[in-house]
C-alpha cells in the first residue's frame, strides 16, 4: 500500500490541525494504520494507531486526550485530529500501515511496512 500524507502546517500553541493519510488500493481495511512522529534532532516516536475496523485505538500518554485518531475505510483514509497543541508536538509526522488479519494494533515502529512521506507540523508558542 502507497501511502499519502497531508495537513501540516504551522499553528500557535493551543490551536488545532487535522492530519490526512490517503492510501491506495483496495485493500485498507486489511491494515492497521498509526501515526509516528519525528521532532527535530530526535528519534521517531509513536503517536497513535487504529485497528483495521477502527473499533479499537491507542495513544502515547503525551498525546492522549488531545489527540483522536480516526479512518474512513471507504475512502482509503486515515486522520489524526489534534488539539491543544503544544510547541513539543513540533515534528515531522508519518503515516504507517500493517497488514493484519486481526484487530491487532501496533506501537512499535519495525511492525509497519509501508510509510508514507510525513508532513511537517510546526506549533509556535
Known amino acids: 500500500v502507497q501511502l499519502q500524507a497531508s495537513g501540516g502546517g504551522l499553528v500557535q500553541a493551543g490551536g488545532s490541525l487535522r492530519l490526512s493519510c490517503a492510501a491506495s488500493?483496495?485493500?485498507?481495511?486489511?491494515?492497521?494504520m498509526g501515526w509516528f512522529r519525528q521532532p527535530p534532532g530526535r528519534e521517531r516516536e509513536f503517536v497513535s494507531v487504529?485497528?483495521?475496523?477502527?473499533?479499537?485505538?491507542y495513544y502515547a500518554d503525551s498525546v492522549k486526550g488531545r489527540f483522536t485518531i480516526s479512518r474512513d475505510n471507504a475512502k482509503n483514509t486515515v486522520y489524526l485530529q489534534m488539539n491543544s497543541l503544544k510547541p513539543e508536538d513540533t515534528a515531522v509526522y508519518l503515516c504507517a500501515a500493517t497488514w493484519t488479519a486481526s484487530e491487532s494494533y501496533y506501537s512499535r515502529s519495525y511492525d509497519y511496512n509501508s510509510w508514507g512521506q510525513g508532513t511537517l507540523v510546526t506549533v509556535s508558542s
Open positions: 487504529i485497528s483495521r475496523s477502527g473499533r479499537s485505538t
Open positions: 488500493g483496495r485493500t485498507f481495511s486489511g491494515y492497521a
